[in-house]
């Protein structure tokens, strides 16, 4: 073998070993080595392809690889800019159209593996090429880096690329890069590159600031970045990779007529220049020199309104690169102030600085504010030659003002994600910005630290497979809600290690096995609610009871006593069932043939005390003052005998609802018991009257508050607004999560929110709730009932009932505190809207305050009520599963009403709405758009007056 090639093997084998030990990717074509970590992608070409620049040598990949599946549409650019010259990643572009429902919508790139903690270049570059036919510009949107804004891509050129560099730390083993639709035309981008960097180099950018390359050209240029060296040659391509070993892309300084060009072919030394080159270069073997006697080189620069960096904390990184590339007589000398904005640095090195012959030095200078800044080199008055510059760069300074997810459980969230395949808006950072964090979870966000995820809900996700132990590395995890999928294997043990862990349902799965123990210690000690119901295989009394049994030695004796048992058994099992369909029969004839209710059923519905009829005569004076009125009858105020105030529901002669909602609203009153829930008292029954005794609500119904008397002379403030949908929401995550079996109410309306003297908030009229049974865990088929207007089309299109129905409602209720509307709008003598879709036209423009009940009088937290109102409509999103779930909705409210509560107190002021958008919802709110088929189906279902059987309200409604 000859030792050429024992060299280049040697070689090959050394860089594979380092990039091992970095764990950075290592790209072999036609025999090219790419350096270890370089990540080169051409974005929109197509799926598992490559190819190897012809400039650089460089291994560009396809950019399926680092977007989700599915995400953006790939498009070649059109003629007449396809034959430009230009290199083969700007023929193509990803681009990302806008999703259904409109909004700010993001797009990531993921790049890894990226090591931990390292110092990266980043550039993005977008040539528009007219990929869609439209000549649709001008277009622009915002560029991301990781959850912070890094420049506004304004494309106004068809044939322009424009290209934007970052230097920055990454804080974990990846980094994200994200397009973000800002409603100013379709996000895309041609080409995206990651080069490492030395750990010497740049240490400015850490992890709390990034440097973002200034254009000094910007939009003007055809190429825009603006890294300057001094090359005479016109005709050369920007100096790169290999001539850069970071593959910075450093371009020719426009021409000057007070300028020439000195050059030189001897290697220039580049030991001094603070590491920004590891190797002589071409680049610093020109530079450029005044002509004509001239003895001072001016460069000026302003800010770039791309990155948005013209304000007063405005800070401008300046590097500058000198060599002398002559050699000066002996009694020559080349000496010069260097001066920004007319003023010299401090570190020695700006006055009478002179370059050494053929080595190579760096100069930093950092300049803050905006408007016109201008580096000036002038030389001194000993000098005979004039100043001469090699090269320099202009970073804009910034600081990452957004935290992003912590590390591990950002890490934990990708993995989940690809491990269950999940297709959601999970893109970019789970919990940051905020406008963009993930459907299903609630993430803290502390003051200082970065965000941590504190609820994750993927109820009815379709996840299939084991518990991924990624679950587990979510440390700060409080609720995890994985109920109505296809989990299968045992419940595992890292579960009980999660110390923050309240609330664990994995109920309706496939699991098998025992609970943990550890799992039910939790349980024992109050520490941990966990639901594990309608697992066929799983067994919740412990390891011990688990164990499968010991075969026996003697298969003829273990034949000989299963069989006759088993016998014994299956005819007393059939003697059981005869009995069993007797009595079914005899049932079944008492209530085809007589409306009498037998007093045995009817007592082991309740618990509570009886009353007489005589009673309830004597409670409410006969009857005396009615304080409403329902489909089941009227209500009265009584009293009990210790004077407190009782609500008498007693059920008319001509009630259209019949002992089958009596008897259900007694028997689910009976066995719930919360706060925020009206309590039953007691009943009254005989053979001709019934009659319900509820606890008084002084503060009558919302609906009344909102829109009834006492509002226009007592009004209710946002504050008290949000404090009654909060007590709303925890009755109904009650009446969903902590009963068992789970209870949907089916009409929820302000009608049947009742409020105490001071308030407080409670659901109430339970006749049409209905059960799950445990065959059916995800939805109960059964006839549409409830009140238009809050009905849920999918559930009136389907008969399928879900706790997301009640969602849906409840997403009306939220609609209605905050515009004091009702569900349906008029909006001229002859038509009325929807609340939903009224709401929807309103913000088109973005202002909240259009919106808002007048009756509140501008005194709300802008930021509180956006937030409600983003829920409010995602309350009501189309399939139902895209709604968040009431456990996810208590989290909201309950950090709305600290933002106004903080706003109360004087400790925010209010926010222009000018700077919020729906950014968080999927709903359309662009009125210049005609409405979908889908969204007019779903408005004839809340607004057509159909005969529901059971529309009309049930229950108290004491005033």
């Not at 090699?390 to 591990?408: D, L, R």
């Not at 299903?440 to 497979?465: K, M, R």
């Not at 008498?648 to 008897?663: H, I, Y």
Request: charge should be neutral.
């Amino acid at each position: 073998m000859a030792p050429s090639s024992t060299a280049a093997m040697f070689l090959a084998v050394l860089v594979r070993l380092l990039a091992a030990s970095l764990e950075l990717p290592l790209v072999l074509v036609h025999g090219q080595l790419d350096p270890p970590g370089f990540i080169s992608i051409d974005c929109g070409y197509g799926e598992g392809l490559s190819y190897q620049d012809s400039s650089s040598r460089l291994t560009y990949v396809s950019d399926a690889g680092f977007v989700d599946a599915g995400e953006g549409l790939n498009a070649a650019v059109r003629p007449p800019y396809v034959d430009r010259g230009l290199a083969d990643r700007y023929l193509n572009v990803r681009y990302f159209p806008t999703v259904t429902g409109g909004g700010a919508t993001r797009s990531c790139y993921t790049l890894r593996p990226v090591a931990q903690g390292s110092r990266n270049l980043v550039r993005a570059s977008f040539y528009y090429g007219n990929y869609d036919g439209r000549s649709a510009l001008p277009t622009a949107f915002d560029l991301h880096l990781g959850v912070n804004r890094w420049a506004t891509v304004n494309v106004t050129s068809a044939d322009g690329v424009y290209i934007f560099e970052a230097v920055a730390v990454s804080p974990v083993d990846f980094m994200q890069v994200c397009l973000v639709n800002i409603g100013l035309g379709t996000p895309f981008i041609s080409g995206l590159e990651l080069r490492p960097l030395s750990a010497t180099m740049y240490p400015e950018a850490t992890v709390n600031q990034s440097l973002f390359l200034l254009s000094l050209s910007r939009p003007s240029a055809r190429f825009d970045f603006n890294r300057y060296q001094f090359n005479p040659d016109y005709s050369v391509p920007p100096f790169r990779y290999p001539d850069d070993s970071y593959d910075r892309l450093w371009q020719r300084y426009g021409r000057n007529a007070a300028w020439t060009n000195i050059n030189t072919t001897k290697e220039v030394d580049v030991s001094n220049a603070t590491s920004s080159f590891d190797k002589p270069s071409e680049i610093l073997q020109n530079a450029a020199t005044p002509v004509n006697g001239t003895t001072q080189m001016d460069i000026s620069w302003s800010s770039d309104p791309s990155l948005e960096d013209a304000n007063a904390n405005s800070t401008y990184l300046l590097f500058l690169y000198f060599a002398e590339l002559q050699r000066v007589p002996s009694n020559g000398l080349r000496q010069f102030d260097i001066l920004v904005d007319n003023a010299t640095g401090n570190d020695g090195t700006s006055q009478g600085f002179t370059p050494k012959y053929l080595s190579a030095e760096a100069v930093k200078r950092t300049v803050q504010g905006p408007g016109q800044h201008t580096v000036s080199l002038v030389a001194t008055p000993p000098a005979t030659l004039p100043p001469i510059l090699n090269a320099f760069e202009i970073y804009s300074v910034k600081p990452m003002t957004e935290m992003a997810t912590n590390g591990v459980d950002a890490k934990a969230m990708m993995t989940i994600r690809e491990r269950y395949a999940l297709q959601k808006n999970w893109k970019g950072d789970p919990c940051a910005p905020q406008a963009f964090a993930w459907d299903g979870l609630n993430c803290s966000y502390p003051s200082s630290g970065p965000a941590q995820i504190i609820a994750l809900n993927l109820s009815s996700s379709g996840l299939t497979g084991t518990v991924n132990s990624s679950f587990g590395d979510l440390k700060s995890l409080q609720q995890l809600d994985l109920s109505n999928n296809s989990l299968s294997g045992p419940v595992p043990d890292f579960l009980a290690q999660m110390s923050s862990l309240s609330f664990l349902d994995l109920s309706s799965n496939l699991l098998s096995g025992s609970v943990p123990a550890a799992l039910l210690q939790k349980i024992q000690n109050g520490s941990l609610v966990l639901r594990i119901d309608n697992n066929v295989n799983l067994c919740d009394n412990g390891p011990s009871t688990c164990e499968p049994k010991k075969k026996k030695r003697n298969k003829t004796l273990i034949v000989a006593t299963v069989v006759p048992i088993a016998v014994a058994t299956l005819l007393f099992v059939a003697g059981l069932l005869i009995l069993h369909r007797m009595r079914n029969r005899q049932d079944t004839w008492m209530a085809n043939n007589s409306r009498f209710i037998s007093p045995q059923a009817s007592s082991q519905i309740f618990e509570n005390r009886k009353f007489t009829y005589k009673e309830l005569k004597l409670m409410t004076a006969n009857f005396k003052e009615e304080i409403g009125r329902g489909g089941f009858g009227s209500v009265f105020l009584g009293y009990l005998q210790n004077g407190s105030p009782v609500a008498v529901k007693m059920r008319s002669k001509t009630s259209s609802q019949g002992d089958k909602e009596f008897l259900a609203e007694a028997q689910h009153l009976s066995r719930v018991h919360h706060k925020n829930l009206v309590s039953l008292i007691g009943y009254c029954k005989d053979k001709k009257h019934m009659a319900l005794v509820y606890e008084y609500m002084q503060g009558g119904n919302l609906e009344d508050c909102l829109r009834g008397e006492a509002s226009a002379a007592t009004p209710l403030t946002w504050h008290q607004r949000l404090k009654i949908a909060l007590n709303s929401a925890q009755g109904l995550e009650y009446l969903h999560k902590s009963c068992q079996p789970p209870l949907i109410h089916r009409d929820v309306k302000t009608k049947n929110i009742l409020l105490s003297a001071d308030l407080e908030a409670k659901i109430a009229d339970f006749g049409l709730m209905k059960a799950f049974s445990d065959e059916f865990r995800t939805h109960v088929t059964t006839q549409p009932a409830g009140t238009l207007g809050y009905l849920d089309p999918e559930y009136y299109n389907t008969s399928q009932l879900s706790e997301k129905s009640d969602v849906y409602s409840f997403g009306v209720v939220l609609l209605e505190l905050i515009t004091g509307q009702p569900p349906a709008v008029p909006v001229s003598d002859t038509e009325s809207i929807h609340v939903a879709l009224w709401v929807r036209q309103n913000l088109s423009e973005g202002d909240i305050a259009s919106i808002a009940d007048p009756r509140m009088g501008g005194m709300y937290d802008v930021n509180s009520l956006w937030k409600v109102a983003e829920l409010a409509l995602k309350c009501k999103e189309q399939p139902s599963r895209e709604r968040p779930a009431m456990t996810n909705i208590v989290a909201e409210l309950k950090e709305s009403l600290e933002l106004e509560v903080s706003y109360a107190m004087g400790y925010y002021s209010s926010v222009s709405t000018s700077t919020i958008n729906l950014s968080t919802t999927s709903v359309d709110l662009h009125t210049n758009e005609k409405p979908s088929d889908h969204l007019r189906q779903n408005a004839a279902v809340e607004l057509q007056q159909v005969d529901i059987e059971s529309a009309t309200r049930i229950g108290p409604a004491p005033r």
